[in-house]
Nanobody, 126 residues
Framework: QVQLVESGGGLVQAGGSLRLSCALS????????MAWFRQAPGKEREFVAG????????YHADSVKGRFTIARDNVKNMAYLQMNDVKPEDTALYYC???????????????????WGRGAQVTVSS
């Protein structure tokens, strides 16, 4: 069973930058696609960005395209979300998700992801 642990959340001013990290650990942790989702109070969990197991394909939600970038380092078993030009509406609990798949496609439906971290809070002040 693999586990995910997020880090790097915090308070940032609008227009600033923040980088979230997600550590993937456990037995048979190869060939996992990874993604970031977020959930604001009173709202549904929404897809932010995803990356295939080898980094060959990435996909970003329209709301963050051009501002956020997902990346991974398979040597370190890490995924990252670089967040630039953040806005107050980016305030949410950010979750890292993973699922074992070699398909070069990123699913935006949360039910397509089998492993979840506990989340990292990101708060953007105006």
């Amino acid at each position: 069973q693999v586990q995910l642990v997020e880090s790097g959340g915090g308070l940032v001013q609008a227009g600033g930058s923040l980088r979230l990290s997600c550590a993937l650990s456990g037995r048979n942790s190869d060939y996992y696609k990874m993604a970031w989702f977020r959930q604001a109070p009173g709202k549904e969990r929404e897809f932010v960005a995803g990356i295939t197991w080898n980094g060959g394909t990435t996909y970003h939600a329209d709301s963050v395209k051009g501002r956020f970038t997902i990346a991974r380092d398979n040597v370190k078993n890490m995924a990252y979300l670089q967040m630039n030009d953040v806005k107050p509406e980016d305030t949410a609990l950010y979750y890292c998700a993973a699922d074992r798949s070699i398909v070069q496609r990123v699913d935006v439906d949360p039910t397509s992801w089998s492993v979840w971290g506990r989340g990292a809070q990101v708060t953007v002040s105006s």
